[in-house]
């Protein structure tokens, strides 16, 4: 049985966390698209991991791990983040699968992503300066690097030398050495090689053995680059159809979708958040979820759960239930607020809108619910919540339309409430070890 387990908000909903309490479920964890940009962080014994490229599964011994076809990759970060596992103990390489189709992000995509960034001024992004963008850029115009060329000698020199000379035309005054790169290409690829495959004839094998896959989505719905706030997006389909695109398989490899998200909202970088909230109770968010970037430390932009954007998450993916994260965040407030529509222009939207433009001109439209005193932090059975917490996850159900059957209550692993009354075939008998 395999399961798809995706951000339904605007990232950093909590996936890391979920997808490694579910990973023991399956023999492989395979991620669909973006890159280094993503920064899942999981507690494990105290010890905390924050991992960009490299699926959470690796944290667990014998599981295979899989970056697809759909990932840009930064070799370098790759290995850094390999070594880093290398120091806690965890032999990475040995269990880490990189398809030869995916792309490569060369230094100069990082130079592009700044510049890029700066030329937009008052309209950037926000971006993680990564590179991203421009890597998704060449392998859109047919020009990218692949992880397999690094093997291939010729290619890689002719596409080296055309795009660093290319790059060096568009950024001014550049004198990037196209040899220099070749070298530092060809040193790296040698190390990667043991570990690429085509990944999608492995899944396919892999599947037919009867091994189940965990498929792991980076980013957020509210990110992607077609269903997403265009262009305050990341640019790849972080919602479900870039399982299928981003690994190679097809669409009934998918048996469940598992939706990620958070008891409030947050978005780091720029575009629109209809329940953002900029006074102090944006600041307690902040200040109790700890809502800093995990790769680039900046602060998340925090707002009360917003059910019209995490309606079109379920619309998108056809989620089948939700994993709610981050409740003991809300310990202790006296109400809290879940957006049940929006206002914009005289009308009551309840569905989100296409329009990035309507959608920023959109005012939430707030119910109030009465909030809880006693703590939620680390309670692990659904009957030991207070009872107003209880009635807040049953009204986000409600309005959002599926049944959340995973409910985080403390980075910990074990902090995690497991709801056997909601049917989701591919966590039935879940145990967290
Ligand atoms: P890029 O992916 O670096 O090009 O950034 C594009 C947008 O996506 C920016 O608003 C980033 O802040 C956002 N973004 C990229 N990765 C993540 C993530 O893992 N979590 C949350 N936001 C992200």
């Known amino acids: 049985m395999n399961l798809a387990v995706l951000g339904a908000q605007w990232g950093d909903e909590g996936k890391g966390k979920i997808v490694d309490l579910l990973t023991p479920r399956f023999d492989l964890v395979a991620r669909y698209q973006g890159g280094h940009n993503a920064g899942h ?6 010890a905390k991991f924050v991992l960009r490229l490299i699926p959470s599964g ?14 840009v990759v930064d070799p370098v970060a790759l290995f850094a983040e390999i070594d880093e596992l290398g120091r806690h103990g965890i032999d990475a390489e040995r269990r880490l699968v990189v398809s030869d189709k995916a792309h490569v992000i060369l230094p100069y995509h990082r130079d592009l992503d700044l510049l890029s960034e700066a030329r937009r001024g008052e ?4 971006t993680t300066s990564r590179g991203i963008g ?5 392998k859109i115009a047919r020009r990218g690097i692949r992880v397999g060329d690094l093997a291939d000698p010729e290619t ?5 030398r055309d795009n660093v000379l290319a790059r060096n035309r568009l950024v001014h005054d550049s004198t990037m050495d196209w040899r220099e790169v070749l070298d530092d290409l060809r040193a790296i690829g040698a190390r990667l090689q043991p570990m690429v495959r085509d990944v999608s004839l492995m899944l396919a ?18 990110l992607d680059i077609d269903h997403g706030t265009y262009p305050y997006v990341t640019s790849s389909n972080a919602s479900i159809g870039g399982v299928c695109t981003g690994l190679g398989v097809g669409p009934r490899a998918i048996q469940g979708v598992l939706g990620v998200v958070k008891a409030y909202t947050t978005r780091v970088g720029e575009g629109p958040l209809p329940t953002e909230l900029t006074g102090p109770m944006g600041t307690r968010l902040r200040d109790s979820g700890n809502e800093y970037g995990a790769v680039t430390g900046r602060p998340r932009r925090c707002g009360w759960y917003d059910a019209v954007a995490a309606r079109y ?3 998108i993916n056809g989620l089948d239930a939700l994993a709610l994260t981050k409740l003991d965040v809300l310990d202790g407030l006296e109400q809290i607020d879940i957006c049940t529509a929006y206002r914009c222009g005289g009308n009551t939207l309840t569905e989100f809108p296409s329009d990035i433009a309507q959608l920023s001109r959109c005012e939430p439209v707030y119910e109030t ?8 932090k680390g309670v692990r059975r659904f009957s030991d919540l207070p009872e107003n917490a209880r009635r807040y996850i049953a009204r986000i159900e409600e309005l959002t339309g599926v049944p959340a059957a995973i409910v985080s209550t403390g980075s910990d692993r074990a902090d995690t409430i497991l709801r056997d009354d909601v049917a989701l075939p591919a966590l039935k008998n879940l145990v967290i070890e």
């Open 41 to 46: 962080t999981v507690y494990v014994d105290g």
């Open 134 to 138: 421009p890597a998704y850029e060449d």
């Open 123 to 126: 309209r950037k992004i926000g």
């Open 156 to 160: 890689l020199e002719q596409n080296v």
């Open 369 to 376: 619910m009465p909030g809880w005193s006693a703590p939620t």
């Open 58 to 71: 690796i944290l667990h011994q014998g599981i295979v791990c899989v970056i697809g076809n759909g990932l």
């Open 313 to 315: 998450g379920v619309r």
């Open 205 to 222: 094998e892999a599947m037919r053995a009867g091994q189940s896959i965990l498929f792991e989505g980076a980013q957020g719905t509210l």
